[in-house]
């Protein structure tokens, strides 16, 4: 179960995320909407901590990542990004082949077993739909593929570690609408095993993938509820006004 | 109408006098190769770059000083290599934002600019003198190598800096530490960058006279080194000493233009070799 109890985040002296509360389902996926800037990927990092690399940032509240607050001392970080994927924007792959993309979480994690990796990146591409594209060519250089096949190895590459939870910032933002198609199509699929938070600026996308959808507003929770009934019927007119794009 | 037009002229003298001052500094570098070539090229032969140099160097060849200058290229990059690219992965990578971080900078800055014959006097009461390894090729490198110190360091800063986070934080996000990161992701894609600081430092070290003056440059010295304390002639000396105090200047004149060839033919095949080499990493690591 992850959950955010009131949140409070400060980028020096910026209140970038006000009081946020939010429980997400398991097993299902959330996405994140509101206009840029409002501070959906401050949100969603703060899951992995990623926000610790800023310089300046001030976090106060909890995040609850199964029932442990992530934010407490003496939490292992490296521990926690392994049990939360990532993946980003821009698909960014390793300078490295196609294999040891996939292979890095596992071998910086202490597994040296070449059998276990082996099976674990076959394993993590056919998850991603990447395995039958790549089968042949695992040891060519990741940069050799299409953007989409990018970031579909960049979502095996975080599969590899085995997490529960995966956070994606805009995932498809970058490529091209056949190969958002089957990133979107991928996100159905990996629901069945994980917990997805998703950052969308497409409400169409939104739509499509999300069970829940989280509306944001200058750091503000506005709106959290079914994707139906944000899209549908949501309860708040600035709500309203967004996800029908009549937004000032 | 009249201001566009105005404008379109200035566009046009500006450019114009961009393109001249790149021709003249073209043509002047031609010029200088030309000539060298022109005086040097008949010196060259099998005889002039394996043979020991004979009767007061104005016979024979100079086999001794190309093996010398090689032997202080490599070992002046053994020595700043490995050191430059951990000061630059430290200063760029762990250091923290503060006065200190900033005056190790400004240092690194300000010894890029010290002339290399302090770096000489310097290298020889240190080397020779204090740590007692003489005149050698291991004062030698050392003292080149702290030449060369500054430049890899810049350059290894620069190249980690450029490297767009979200692969650090990719990394991050898979658990890994931050050395892993910075051995695993972040410097196998800054090294073609690096590389070029290399260039730079090899063709730099290979040329200069001072810093080898006082501790490693023999005047004559017609056999080859068996170890790294012993001296060695050097290509950039040998040539100072043929045109400025060899036993028969006027004789020895072409040999000076003949090594003066070799030297550049050097330098031009190292740096293509590194060039080369970063070539291929880059083509491995090429990211759009
Ligand atoms: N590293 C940072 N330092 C200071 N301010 C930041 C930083 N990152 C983001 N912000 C600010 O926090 C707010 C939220 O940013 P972000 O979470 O990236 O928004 P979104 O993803 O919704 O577009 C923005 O106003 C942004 O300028
Ligand atoms: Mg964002």
Not at chain 1, 20 to 37: D, H, M, R, W, Y
Not at chain 1, 143 to 168: H, K, N
């Amino acid at each position: 179960m992850i959950e955010a109890k009131n949140l409070n985040l400060y980028y020096g002296a910026f209140h970038a995320l006000k009081d946020i509360n939010l429980k997400v389902a398991e097993k299902s996926v959330t996405a994140l909407i509101g206009p840029s800037g409002c501070g959906k990927s401050t949100f969603l990092r703060t899951f992995n901590r990623m926000n610790d690399l800023i310089p300046g940032v001030k976090i106060e509240g909890d995040i609850i990542v199964d029932d442990e607050n992530i934010y407490q001392k003496g939490i292992d970080v490296d521990r926690l990004r392994k049990r939360v994927g990532m993946v980003f924007q821009k698909p960014n792959p390793f300078a490295k082949s196609i294999f040891e993309n996939v292979a890095y979480g596992m071998r910086v994690n202490g597994i040296s077993n070449e059998k276990v990796i082996k099976e674990a990146v076959e394993q993590s591409l056919k998850q991603s739909a990447l395995w039958d594209e790549v089968k042949d060519s695992l040891k060519k250089s990741a940069y050799a593929l299409s953007g989409g096949q990018q970031q579909r190895l960049c979502i095996a590459r975080a599969l590899a570690v085995e997490p529960t939870i995966l956070l994606m910032d805009e995932p498809a933002s970058a490529l091209d609408p056949i190969s958002t198609a089957k990133i979107e199509e991928l996100i159905h699929e990996l629901k069945k095993k994980y917990t997805i938070l998703i950052v969308t600026h497409n409400m169409q996308q939104a739509a499509r993938v999300s069970d829940f959808t989280a509306f944001f507003y200058m750091g503000s929770l506005i709106e959290y509820d079914l994707t139906k009934t944000i899209f549908t019927n949501p309860a708040k007119q600035q709500t309203q006004n967004y996800v029908t794009g009549r937004f000032g | 109408m009249n201001h566009s037009i105005i404008k379109k002229i200035t566009q046009a003298i500006a450019f114009n006098i961009f393109r001249i001052m790149s021709v003249i500094l073209v043509a002047i570098l031609f010029s200088i190769l030309a000539f060298i070539v022109y005086r040097g090229a008949s010196y060259i032969t099998w005889d002039f770059i394996t043979k020991m140099p004979e009767e007061g160097m104005t016979k024979g060849g100079i086999f001794p000083a190309i093996v010398g200058t090689l032997s202080l290229v490599a070992g002046s990059m053994i020595v700043a290599f490995p050191l430059g690219v951990c000061s630059g992965i430290y200063i760029n990578e762990y250091a923290p934002e503060n006065g200190f971080k900033r005056f190790i900078k400004l240092m690194t800055n300000n010894l890029a600019g010290v002339p290399s014959i302090v770096f000489g006097l310097f290298g020889m009461s240190l080397f020779v003198n204090t740590l007692k390894f003489g005149d050698s090729i291991i004062a030698g490198s050392l003292t080149l190598g702290l030449l060369a110190l500054p430049v890899i360091i810049r350059v290894t800063e620069e190249a980690l800096k450029s490297i767009d986070k979200t692969y650090r934080e990719a990394s991050y996000a898979l658990g890994a530490t931050k050395l892993q990161t910075i051995v695993k992701v972040v410097l196998p894609m800054s090294m073609p960058n690096i590389l070029t600081g290399l260039i730079l430092s090899i063709g730099r070290v290979s040329g200069e006279t001072a810093p080898i003056l006082f501790t490693v440059a023999a005047y004559f010295l017609p056999k080859l080194p068996t170890s790294i304390f012993d001296q060695v002639m050097a290509l950039p000396y040998h040539l100072y000493v043929l045109s400025t105090s060899g036993t028969n200047m006027e004789e020895s004149r072409g040999m000076a233009y003949g090594t003066a060839l070799v030297l550049i033919i050097i330098v031009l095949i190292l740096n293509l070799i590194a060039n080369i080499i970063r070539h291929f990493l880059m083509k491995k690591i090429k990211h759009k």
